[in-house]
């Protein structure tokens, strides 16, 4: 079943079709909203908002234009920038001018998607021309 096919199922409540798109996308979005929070608490409430958001309007999402796990963590930096916002308009506090993606990390996020992306390209080649494939580190 495809991703967008799950989507569709998840977002008309079938449990097990959001299940299985949270246990395939789960970790690198955690991954994403820790190193953004530094917060175990914080980065499981934009994990979670993150798989509702898609949930609540998944005609968001266009996987003409990005992948999944793509889309998901650019909706978590969405919302860390907004609650980062948020917080420095109520605390009148310059928070959003330190609030920075750490250096490095939007590469290293590019090079895991492309890496993915190689991994599932060549799995989709016949075998015979799967032997010489030299293996793609993450």
């Known amino acids: 079943m495809t991703e967008a096919q799950l989507i569709r199922k998840a977002a008309g ?8 798109l949270y246990d395939r996308h789960w ?3 955690y991954s994403y909203a820790w ?32 992948q999944l796990r793509t889309w998901l963590i ?12 948020t917080s420095s308009r109520e605390s009148g506090s310059a ?10 990390l939007d590469e290293e996020l590019i090079r895991v998607e492309r890496a993915a992306a190689v991994r599932l390209a060549i799995s989709a080649l016949p075998e ?10 993450v």
């Not at 959003?96 to 250096?103: D, K, M, S």
């Not at 015979?128 to 580190?137: E, I, K, N």
Request: net charge neutral; glycine share 6%; proline share 7%.
């Open 27 to 29: 970790k690198p979005v």
């Open 13 to 20: 409540g079938d449990r097990a079709a959001f299940e299985s």
């Open 35 to 66: 190193l953004l929070t530094r917060s175990v608490v914080d980065s499981e409430d934009l994990t979670q908002e993150c798989f509702l958001a898609l949930i609540r309007k998944p005609e968001a999402f266009d996987p003409e234009r990005a």
């Open 128 to 137: 015979a021309q799967q032997g010489g494939a030299v293996p793609v580190r």
């Open 74 to 85: 650019a909706v978590v930096r969405r919302q860390y920038f907004g609650r980062v916002r």
């Open 95 to 104: 928070d959003l001018e330190q609030a920075q993606t750490p250096a490095g």
